[in-house]
């Protein structure tokens, strides 16, 4: 069964730095892993998908990295600004596209 | 612009009192989703609908229903709502093929009294 984990739970940086976040997964065997973005009480904004067949993926300031033999993602979020302070969840889609979610990473970050 | 609108934003009911989300997505997307988020928590899927085809959560509740009229639509029917199912609920949308993204909409708040 496949379990998804981000670790950690809560991040704290100031203003400017770079960051990494982190999502492992148990099972290899993933159709694909996307990034999503929570503001607090509203709804989920999907920020990057990578295949199975990917390594990474781009967007902006948001870099997404992908190695499924050691069933790890990470998100790169280069020179970070105060609005980027939000949950951040990655979610490994399965064969039956459903998606298998962390627990979030929440992100505050310092002006 | 394409995207997934949940209606309404915010609903209040009071214990027992049924109540009916909806959600509606420009995207054709053959695939839909209803989802439970409880606060800091993960999304728990609810059901998930293929075109037509329904597929149910084992630990879905009973009480929670949903309905797919057609490809722009999904409602989500909670009959008798308790306590515990205070919670965000969201819908998404996916094309159901191998670059299946999944689209959120913004979620409707459900408060019971």
């Known amino acids: 069964k496949q379990e998804v984990t981000q670790i950690p739970a809560a991040l704290s940086v100031p203003e400017g730095e770079n960051l990494v976040l982190n999502c492992s997964f148990t099972?290899?065997?993933?159709?694909?892993l996307q990034w999503f973005r929570q503001d607090p009480g509203k709804g989920l904004t999907s920020l990057l998908l990578i295949q199975s067949s990917q390594r990474e993926q781009t967007s902006g300031r948001l870099n997404a990295s992908l190695d499924k033999s050691s069933g790890r993602s990470t998100l790169y979020i280069a020179a970070s600004q105060p609005g980027d302070s939000a949950t951040y969840l990655c979610?490994?889609?399965?064969?039956?596209?459903?998606?298998?979610w962390g627990a979030g990473t929440k992100l505050i970050i310092k002006p | 612009d394409a995207m997934v609108i949940q209606n309404p934003r915010y609903q209040v009911t009071q214990f027992g009192k049924p109540v009916t989300l909806s959600c509606s997505q420009t995207l054709n997307h053959n695939v839909m989703y209803w989802y439970q988020q409880k606060s800091s928590q993960a999304p728990k899927l609810l059901f998930h609908y293929y075109d037509k085809d329904f597929n149910n959560e084992a630990d879905t509740p009973d009480n929670f229903q949903s309905r797919r009229p057609n490809t722009s639509f999904c409602f989500l029917d909670i009959r008798s709502p308790g306590l515990g199912d205070a919670a965000m609920y969201l819908c998404?949308?996916?094309?159901?093929?191998?670059?299946?993204?999944?689209?959120f909409g913004p979620g409707t708040r459900l408060t019971v009294l």
């Open positions: 099972d290899s065997a993933i159709y694909n």
């Open positions: 998404a949308t996916s094309p159901g093929h191998s670059y299946n993204e999944q689209f």
């Open positions: 979610a490994a889609s399965d064969s039956n596209y459903q998606l298998i």
